[in-house]
């Protein structure tokens, strides 16, 4: 007897992937322009070349570019070509959109706690999409992304711990009131990633 359940994950077109990388950037790179605004912080590859803006003053666009490099080397060694290409893309995607955003959204008042709150939310919503076309953002997602394929690790929770790492380097650059805002972004974007992004919960494929 049949139950009508699939028993096998249907796989993702290359046009579903295009569009879901570019729609999943988006959110990322405004929700990091959002953050830029209200000088917050957040997670991961993007929450260090936010950190190293605020300390320098380069543009976060370039250093987040830069900051992936290294990383693309774990990502051929263990995910494959594939997803290296896909997460190339994105990273590179976000650099670009970040720069092109914040050129073309400018806030006449942003207060700092909705843009903790909704910057998380689309920066978490943003890797979701990602995630689930097997597309990092580089870094500490690329590492994310293998344990929990290899270890059953849930990616929000190790890139939780990651990025409170980051939260705690940021005390010396940015004020008090802006890092605890950023906590609640990053127990957001890494809470979305959680409840979300689970083994066995979402059976698509690319």
């Given at each position: 007897?049949?139950?009508?359940?699939?028993t096998s994950p249907e796989r993702h077109s290359v046009y579903e992937d295009?569009?879901?990388?570019?729609?999943?950037?988006?959110?990322?790179?405004?929700?990091?322009?959002?953050?830029?605004?209200?000088?917050?912080?957040?997670?991961?590859?993007?929450?260090?070349?936010?950190?190293?803006?605020?300390?320098?003053?380069?543009?976060?666009?370039?250093?987040?570019?830069?900051?992936?490099?290294?990383?693309?080397?774990?990502?051929?060694?263990?995910?494959?070509?594939?997803?290296?290409?896909?997460?190339?893309?994105?990273?590179?995607?976000?650099?670009?959109?970040?720069?092109l955003t914040s050129e073309l959204v400018g806030f006449s008042h942003l207060?700092?706690?909705?843009?903790?709150?909704?910057?998380?939310?689309?920066?978490?919503?943003?890797?979701?999409?990602?995630?689930?076309?097997?597309?990092?953002?580089?870094?500490?997602?690329?590492?994310?992304?293998?344990?929990?394929?290899?270890?059953?690790?849930?990616?929000?929770?190790?890139?939780?711990?990651?990025?409170?790492?980051?939260?705690?380097?940021?005390?010396?650059?940015?004020?008090?009131?802006?890092?605890?805002?950023?906590?609640?972004?990053?127990?957001?974007?890494?809470?979305?990633?959680?409840?979300?992004?689970?083994?066995?919960?979402?059976?698509?494929?690319?």
């Amino acid at each position: 007897m049949t139950t009508g359940t699939p028993t096998s994950p249907e796989r993702h077109s290359v046009y579903e992937d295009i569009i879901a990388i570019l729609i999943g950037t988006l959110f990322v790179a405004l929700g990091v322009v959002i953050y830029t605004k209200a000088v917050l912080l957040t997670g991961s590859t993007s929450g260090l070349a936010l950190l190293l803006q605020y300390a320098t003053g380069i543009g976060f666009w370039w250093l987040f570019f830069l900051i992936n490099l290294p990383f693309y080397v774990l990502a051929v060694k263990k995910l494959g070509w594939a997803f290296t290409l896909r997460t190339f893309s994105a990273v590179t995607l976000v650099s670009v959109l970040s720069r092109l955003t914040s050129e073309l959204v400018g806030f006449s008042h942003l207060d700092p706690l909705y843009a903790a709150v909704m910057g998380g939310a689309l920066a978490g919503t943003g890797l979701l999409i990602l995630f689930r076309h097997r597309t990092g953002l580089g870094g500490i997602n690329v590492l994310a992304i293998y344990l929990q394929d290899r270890f059953g690790l849930r990616a929000g929770y190790f890139q939780l711990a990651v990025d409170l790492a980051i939260l705690a380097a940021a005390w010396f650059v940015i004020p008090a009131d802006r890092l605890a805002l950023s906590l609640i972004g990053a127990v957001i974007v890494n809470m979305t990633l959680a409840i979300n992004h689970r083994p066995g919960r979402y059976l698509g494929v690319t």
